[in-house]
């Protein structure tokens, strides 16, 4: 059985196909191991609190905020990565891209969630999840984890969920005006007291905000304030502004990560999604079992 | 047209794909010579942007396989000597390279930086990611065993300097899978790569790789030797291979142009 997940879509099998390696000598996110507990203790006891060191692998687990109820469903419409903050109404555009997201992950909005064979969310191809989905995926995992590496002059957001990589410039550049959009798109940061004002821009509209799709434009503009209130704590709180989707700015509450120990020593997962062997399975298991013949083929 | 979808090795949809900025640093003359010599090398520093001389390390001759390699090199079809629609190249389907396919094919370009304890290895083709240890442990060698970690797409790496210049990676533990480059040369779960990086002034970095697979081939052989030219921007590109953009060009393009080896062009 391979350490990969090789479907984010269907959490369960994510679970199924991901096994927990059991070497004594690596350490892993989340790990409840005697011998990691014991390494995590030394590790936290050499720790010195830096509000401005962000570095290490950070972890939220899912989900790390209450479900609020959905006024217009009564299930969760929340977004993860708002911290569950009410979304705004969406603008004609907004509305008309909202309706053609069809959302399957396991844990996505209920009353909009379609089985995988009917649903239309690029992750079941393993197409980028893109920025800012990427912070709270693979979901079965756990989601949400990251380590942080802090540079001269900038940072970089490594991923555990497909292994990619963000980078935000601290050098004091400024965003070009030009963007050509990419699914990771732009970011500056600076330091304002004990917080990482994070701006970016330039984002791919193909990407979906969440499992749950909510929609973005290429318009999008993100601000993201990284605070470290004390050693083992990061917080995230992100306020998105895209007019062509929202009629106003979403706003979102603080999404709190806690650091991985041993900090330096703990080894991320590797949570690829294999497009061969998620077309084989969407072939042979979720097509058949959406009713979807003319794209079913028995798995090999 | 957007920045995302870089699958060189189909060279079409590369072409109808990359932007033009992705086309006009494809185009750049990596290996001309420098106008002025270039500074002295710092000392055990890899630190910064790399850029590869093309999307391909130019692979040596390889040892005589194994009944087991030729086996395995017999199940793969290259893009090289088949139709797109009648290879099986995992890349053909986005797959990942895995390592060493990511050092050796659309290589473009690479990133280090160091951290206390881990060389960071970064990619711009898939934006993707590896670490090298570099604090002293071992790799585990239990990979695969019972009670061991899984191998994975990208191994476990340990790194250390050999002097001040030298930077000298082993890797064990990769997932058997992937194919060893884009010709389709098998490898086996027992693969040990060394890759030595030199630094031999500030703008020059050459790799050069050594495979040892007993199971594969009959010797260990350096498969590559590759010279990254400093990257005076400092900037990695985005080069996404997007799979549902490619399943779309195999079945409106490829499959179709080549029916019969596809299958039935579904």
């Known amino acids: ?300 | 047209m957007r920045n995302s979808v870089e699958c060189a090795w189909l060279a079409l949809l590369a072409a109808l794909a990359m932007s033009s900025a992705a086309l006009a640093q494809n185009a750049r003359p990596a290996q001309s010579a420098p106008a002025t010599k270039a500074a002295p090398a710092p000392a055990r520093d890899l630190n910064g942007v790399w850029a590869a001389p093309g999307p391909d390390s130019r692979l040596n001759p390889m040892p005589p396989m194994t009944p087991w390699g030729k086996q395995q090199a017999a199940l793969y079809k290259n893009d090289f000597a088949y139709s797109v629609a009648a290879s099986n190249d995992p890349l053909k389907t986005c797959d990942p390279q895995g390592f060493p396919r990511n050092i050796l094919n659309e290589i473009r370009g690479i990133e280090f930086e160091q951290t206390p304890t881990k060389m960071l290895e970064l990619l711009q083709y898939q934006r993707t990611w590896r670490e090298i240890w570099t604090d002293g442990r071992k790799a585990p060698a239990n990979v695969g065993a019972p009670g061991g970690p899984d191998p994975r797409w990208y191994g476990f790496s340990v790194g250390k300097w050999d002097g001040d210049h030298a930077f000298v990676v082993d890797t064990i533990g990769t997932d058997p899978m992937p194919w060893l480059d884009r010709n389709g040369d098998p490898r086996s779960s027992d693969l040990k790569v060394e890759e030595r990086y030199t630094r031999t002034d500030h703008d020059t970095l050459e790799m050069a790789v050594t495979i040892d697979d007993p199971k594969a081939y009959s010797m260990p052989f350096e498969v590559t030797k590759v010279i990254y030219k400093w990257n005076p921007g400092q900037v990695l590109d985005e080069q996404l291979c997007v799979p549902s953009i490619m399943m779309n060009y195999l079945s409106t393009i490829a499959n179709t142009a080549d029916p019969a080896a596809s299958g039935d062009g579904k």
């Open chain 1, 1 to 300: 059985m391979r350490n990969r997940m090789s479907s984010a879509v269907v959490s369960l099998i994510g679970v199924l196909v991901f096994s927990l390696p059991a070497a004594a000598q690596l350490y892993f996110p989340g790990g409840k191991s005697e011998e990691q507990q014991k390494a995590a203790a030394e590790s936290k006891a050499k720790l010195k609190y830096d509000a401005h060191d962000l570095s290490g692998i950070w972890r939220a687990g899912r989900p790390a905020v209450p479900v609020p109820k959905d006024p217009r469903s009564g299930d969760g419409a929340q977004s993860w990565l708002m911290g569950a903050a009410p979304p705004p109404p969406l603008t004609p555009w907004g509305q008309k891209m909202f309706d053609t997201y069809k959302p399957s992950e396991i844990n996505s909005w209920q009353s909009r969630r379609v089985v995988p064979a009917k649903g239309n969310d690029p992750l079941g191809n393993c197409d980028p999840l893109g920025y800012p989905r990427n912070l709270g995926e693979p979901v079965g995992a756990g989601g949400g984890t990251f380590e942080l590496v802090q540079l001269p002059n900038k940072m970089f957001q490594i991923f555990d969920g497909g292994r990619r990589i963000r980078e935000v410039w601290t050098d004091g550049r400024k965003l070009p005006d030009d963007l050509e959009p990419r699914w990771y798109g732009y970011a500056v940061g600076h330091w304002e007291g004990d917080n990482m004002i994070v701006d970016s821009q330039g984002y791919d509209d193909r990407s979906w905000l969440d499992g749950n799709g909510w929609p973005h434009s290429e318009d999008m503009k993100l601000r993201e304030v990284f605070h470290h209130p004390d050693v083992m704590t990061m917080e995230i709180t992100m306020t998105l502004d895209d007019p062509t989707a929202y009629t106003k700015p979403w706003v979102g509450n603080k999404q709190s990560f806690q650091l991985q120990l041993p900090k330096g020593l703990t080894v991320m997962y590797e949570y690829i999604c294999v497009p061969s062997e998620e077309q084989a399975f969407n072939n042979g298991v979720r097509n058949p079992a959406g009713g979807d013949l003319e794209h079913s083929r028995p798995l090999k």
